[in-house]
């Protein structure tokens, strides 16, 4: 089993920034790819960012591209969610989220452990 927690979360004015950390513990050469998903108020869950374990490969959702960026620490067993010029309709739980196998993909059907949530709440 991989534990995920993820913590960073809180409220923020639009326009600001936030970093969403996540960590990994338990059998944790079972993970390769991870990532961020999201769901906001009323609405489905939604890919938002992912890396690969090994060679740094990254996918980002075109709503967040140039404005997010995920990086991890192998060393630590750390992924990290940096959210700059942040907007309203980024308020939502934000999950991160693991797979056994090296590929990155973008559906939450492909990840295998997930972490309990944080909150980000964005105001005007």
């Known amino acids: 089993q991989v534990q995920l927690v993820e913590s960073g979360g809180g409220l923020v004015q639009a326009g600001g920034s936030l970093r969403l950390s996540c960590a990994a513990s338990?059998?944790?050469?079972?993970?390769?790819?991870m990532g961020w998903f999201r769901q906001p108020p009323g609405k489905e869950r939604e890919f938002v960012a992912a890396?690969?374990?090994?060679?740094?490969?990254?996918a980002y959702a075109d709503t967040v591209k140039g404005r997010f960026t995920i990086s991890r620490d192998n060393a630590k067993n750390t992924v990290s969610l940096q959210m700059n010029s942040l907007k309203l309709e980024a308020t939502a739980v934000y999950y991160c989220?693991?797979?056994?196998?090296?590929?990155?993909?973008?559906?939450?059907?492909?990840?295998?452990?997930w972490g309990q949530g944080t909150q980000v709440a964005v105001s005007s």
């Open positions: 989220a693991a797979r056994s196998r090296m590929l990155v993909v973008v559906t939450a059907s492909g990840y295998d452990y």
């Open positions: 338990g059998r944790t050469f079972n993970t390769n790819a």
């Open positions: 890396i690969s374990w090994i060679g740094g490969n990254t």
